[in-house]
């Protein structure tokens, strides 16, 4: 049972566009959620992250949104430049709790 | 940099081996989590260690064990070994242990068995 879900693997987008990369959860119980990087050969990185009393957060060149209604967060990235070019995982947890719930990742390829 | 190692990067051993892999935090890091990560799978979060105590548990097996020791580095022991554990290993530390302060990742083990 996939309890936070990133139905697609992957997302090609032209360098300067925006990259919307999607997310859906399935525990209601999740308050908090964290968007990490991750380059081939290395570890993910904590990218941004959104707590359930907000529906925006932005970070320089990311935007999270997260619709509580829905369960849906995405990942806002303008402009998109080719460094991007990564896996992006989304995160969820509870408060209180400390461990993470990861989706699957979406590989983000940006093209010059 | 994270700042968290793991050591070694690669590991090929064959079924029914053992296994340890080692992580070292960040430096003031208290907290240590461990995750897996199989093909085409997201990270699947294991286990964690909380200034020396087991914290939660996540998927598991019983043939997996870890322990974190004074120095706060710890270990993942994998025993009996099968095909189906080949995946990137992850190693992650916090300051607190909450899930409000982000987890730092290693660059990973890569374990593969024949």
């Known amino acids: 049972d996939q309890q936070v879900k990133q139905n697609s693997p992957s997302l090609s987008v032209q360098e300067g566009r925006i990259s919307i990369l999607n997310c859906d959860y399935t525990n209601s119980m999740f308050d908090y959620f964290l968007w990490y990087k991750k380059y081939p050969a290395e570890g993910p990185t904590f990218l941004i992250s959104?707590?359930?009393?907000?529906d925006k957060n932005e970070d320089g060149r990311f935007t999270v949104f997260l619709n509580k209604s829905a369960k849906h967060l995405s990942l806002h990235i303008v402009p998109s430049q080719p460094g991007d070019s990564a896996v992006y995982f989304c995160a969820a947890t509870n408060s209180g709790y400390s461990t993470l719930t990861f989706g699957k990742g979406t590989m983000l390829l940006v093209s010059p | 940099d994270s700042g968290v190692t793991q050591t070694p990067k690669h590991l090929i051993t064959a079924t029914g081996q053992r296994v340890t892999l080692r992580c070292s935090p960040r430096s003031g890091d208290l907290s240590v989590y461990w995750y897996q990560q199989s093909l085409d799978q997201g990270l699947q979060f294991l286990i964690q260690y909380y200034n020396g105590e087991e914290r939660a548990k996540g998927n598991i097996l019983e043939r997996f064990s870890a322990q974190q020791f004074p120095d706060l580095h710890s270990e993942l022991n994998l025993s009996s070994l099968e095909l189906g554990d080949s995946a990137l290993y992850f190693c992650?530390?916090?300051?607190?242990?909450?899930?409000?302060?982000?987890?730092?990742f290693g660059p990973g083990t890569r374990l593969t068995v024949l």
């Open positions: 959104i707590s359930s009393i907000k």
């Open positions: 992650a530390s916090s300051d607190t242990g909450l899930e409000m302060n982000e987890q730092f």
